[in-house]
T-cell receptor, first 111, second 114 residues
């Protein structure tokens, strides 16, 4: 089946540093969603991007959808310990009812 | 705020036993899903369900798995004869419509198969 890959798998930053995770697909995506999963928790929706080249911001988080709609990124400015968790991108693959999650990037933030 | 609820939070079972995991989706939602997550790995799609039938299922969702909406509120996942490799966190999710749209996840049911 279609894979949605994310890099890096893991990143450890000092509080205040920036963080970026990248999501890549071999095929064109109709849209991309981003979720955050805190340790021991469940995925929580962050945002959805639909348009080619779209950029959306939520406070310190910036989300981008590539021009070719095959990749996306999530950038966190000045990380805080509350940003700790795994960030997943997710995309519709196959029919409209199958949301496939990426491999995830685990973020660790230390003081 | 409405939420998806799942029971049990943790179930331990012997290999070969049947388990039923239960979910109550958000009341006005029409689309229901089961995902699983093996410890430390990604969230894997199992099945989507709409209008009392399966919309799509993954290759993981073989004959050992079934889903049901026995009444107007519950949505269940049954594993007929559990295997060791079924040990995982199982998440139920729902949304108002398919296609683009936020998925609301429950807190999960941890299944341990011994």
């Amino acid at each position: 089946g279609q894979q949605v890959m994310q890099i890096p798998q893991y990143q450890h930053v000092q509080e205040g540093e920036d963080f970026t995770t990248y999501c890549n697909s071999s095929t064109t995506l109709s849209n991309i969603q981003w979720y955050k999963q805190r340790p021991g928790g469940h995925p929580v929706f962050l945002i959805q991007l639909v348009k080619s080249g779209e950029v959306k911001k939520q406070k310190r988080l910036t989300f981008q959808f590539g021009e070719a709609k095959k990749n996306s990124s999530l950038h966190i400015t000045a990380t805080q310990t509350t940003d700790v968790g795994t960030y997943f991108c997710a995309a519709l693959t196959g029919t409209a009812s199958k949301l496939t999650f990426g491999t995830g990037t685990r973020l660790q933030v230390t003081l | 705020e409405p939420e998806v609820t799942q029971t049990p939070s943790h179930q331990v079972t012997q290999m070969g036993q049947e388990v039923i995991l239960r979910c109550v989706p958000i009341s006005n939602h029409l689309y229901f899903y089961w995902y699983r997550q093996i410890l430390g790995q990604k969230v894997e799609f199992l099945v989507s369900f709409y209008n009392n039938e399966i919309s799509e299922k993954s290759e993981i969702f073989d004959d050992q798995f079934s889903v049901e909406r026995p009444d107007g509120s519950n949505f269940t996942l049954k594993i007929r004869s559990t295997k060791l490799e079924d040990s995982a966190m199982y998440f139920c999710a729902s949304n108002e419509w398919t296609g683009p749209g936020e998925l609301f996840f429950g807190e999960g049911s941890r299944l341990t198969v011994l």
